[in-house]
Nanobody, 128 residues
């Protein structure tokens, strides 16, 4: 059974940082694409970043470029999302998603329908 489990969310003050983790089980991370998305109340699911686990190629939405960084640890079957300089607009439920083949463009990487399996989400709240 393929599962993704996110963790690392929580309450953080504006300007703070969080690191989210996405642990995969039921499959190895070789030659996959793992993406991070978020969904704020009343809004659609937004693509943030993605990584091809075979070669480490990364993709970012313009809205988070320079503030967020995606990485992977194949030995731990885990993909991370480091989030810095958080603002209240970053408050959302954050999801990781996976697909069994790489992505090749930013548009593809940010497309929610490009991914086959999803985690349950982790809440990030940015508030003072």
């Amino acid at each position: 059974q393929v599962t993704l489990v996110e963790s690392g969310g929580g309450l953080v003050q504006p300007g703070g940082s969080l690191r989210l983790s996405c642990v995969a089980s039921g499959f190895g991370l070789d030659d996959h694409a793992i993406g991070w998305f978020r969904q704020a109340p009343g809004k659609g699911r937004q693509g943030l970043s993605s990584i091809n686990t075979s070669d480490g190629r990364t993709f970012y939405a313009d809205s988070v470029k320079g503030r967020f960084a995606i990485s992977r640890d194949s030995a731990k079957n885990t993909v991370y999302l480091q989030m810095n300089n958080l603002t209240r607009e970053d408050t959302a439920v954050y999801y990781c998603a996976g697909r069994g083949v790489p992505v090749f463009t930013t548009v593809q990487a940010m497309g929610r329908y490009e991914y086959d399996y999803w985690g349950q989400g982790t809440q990030v709240t940015v508030s003072s």
